[in-house]
C-alpha cells in the first residue's frame, strides 16, 4: 500500500512564527487533503489540493504532485493554531492519512 | 460541502456490551466511511459502508466485532460490539463523492471501562 509520511512529528512555536509541515506519499494519488484536528478531536478541512498552490487567509498549501509531496505553510502563527495537522491522500477509494504534525503555539 | 452529525459526542461504557454510533449526512453522498483513532494515534479506516450491502473491511477489522449499516445515501451505523478497554478511541464518521474532498463528523469519544 501507499506510504504517507510528515515532517516534523513535533514543533514548538512561539506565536507569530511562521512554519512549514511537510507531507510526502510514496504513490501517485487522486487528490490530497490537509485537516487540522483540535483539541476537541474534531476534524476541520483546511486545503483540498491535488495539485498547485492554495491559500486561505494565513494558510497556504502547494502540491507537487509529479514529485510526491506537499506543503503546509502556517505565517504569524497564533495560539489556536495548535494541534494535530494531518495530511491525507486519496489511494484508489480509500482515504489514507499520515502520522500527523502536532503544533503547539506559545504565547 | 457536506455537513456531518454523529451521536453520541462521547460515551463511558462497560466491558462487554456494545454501542451503536449513527452518521447523519444533510445531502446524499457516494461514498460513506468509518474510521478510528486510537490515543495519540492517526486515523485508521475500519470499513466503507456500502449503501444497501454489506460493508467493506480493511484488514484487521471484522463485521462480527464492527458491523455497519447503511440503509440509504444519508445515513450509517457502526456498531462497536463486546467491547474491551483497548476499544477506547475516537470513531470518526466520513462522507464524500466520487473522488471529491472528504469531510468528517465531529467524531465520538468511546472510553470502555
Known amino acids: 500500500g501507499i506510504q504517507v509520511e510528515q515532517s516534523p512529528p513535533d514543533l514548538i512555536l512561539q506565536e507569530g512564527a511562521n512554519s512549514t509541515l511537510r507531507c510526502n506519499f510514496s504513490d501517485s494519488v487522486n487528490n490530497l487533503q490537509w485537516f487540522h484536528q483540535n483539541p476537541w478531536g474534531q476534524l476541520i478541512n483546511l486545503f483540498y489540493?491535488?495539485?498547485g498552490t492554495k491559500q486561505n487567509g494565513r494558510l497556504s498549501a502547494t502540491t507537487v504532485a509529479t514529485e510526491r509531496y506537499s506543503l503546509l505553510y502556517i505565517s504569524s502563527s497564533q495560539t489556536t493554531d495548535s494541534g494535530v495537522y494531518f495530511c491525507?491522500?486519496?489511494?484508489?477509494?480509500?482515504?489514507?492519512f499520515g502520522a500527523g504534525t502536532i503544533l503547539r503555539v506559545k504565547s | 460541502s457536506a455537513v456531518i452529525s454523529q451521536k453520541p459526542s462521547r460515551d463511558i461504557c462497560q466491558r462487554g456490551t456494545s454501542l451503536t454510533i449513527q452518521c447523519q449526512v444533510d445531502s446524499q453522498v457516494t461514498m460513506m466511511f468509518w474510521y478510528r483513532q486510537q490515543p495519540g494515534q492517526s486515523l485508521t479506516l475500519i470499513a466503507t459502508?456500502?449503501?444497501?450491502?454489506?460493508?467493506?473491511?480493511e484488514s484487521g477489522f471484522v463485521i462480527d466485532k464492527f458491523p455497519i449499516s447503511r440503509p440509504n445515501l444519508t445515513f450509517s451505523t457502526l456498531t462497536v460490539s463486546n467491547m474491551s478497554p483497548e476499544d477506547s478511541s475516537i470513531y470518526l464518521c466520513?462522507?464524500?463523492?466520487?473522488?471529491?474532498?472528504?469531510?468528517f463528523g465531529q467524531g465520538t469519544r468511546l472510553t470502555v471501562v
Open positions: 466520513s462522507a464524500r463523492q466520487t473522488n471529491t474532498e472528504a469531510f
Open positions: 459502508a456500502n449503501q444497501g450491502s454489506e460493508a467493506t473491511y
Open positions: 491525507a491522500v486519496l489511494y484508489g477509494n480509500k482515504l489514507v
Open positions: 489540493i491535488p495539485s
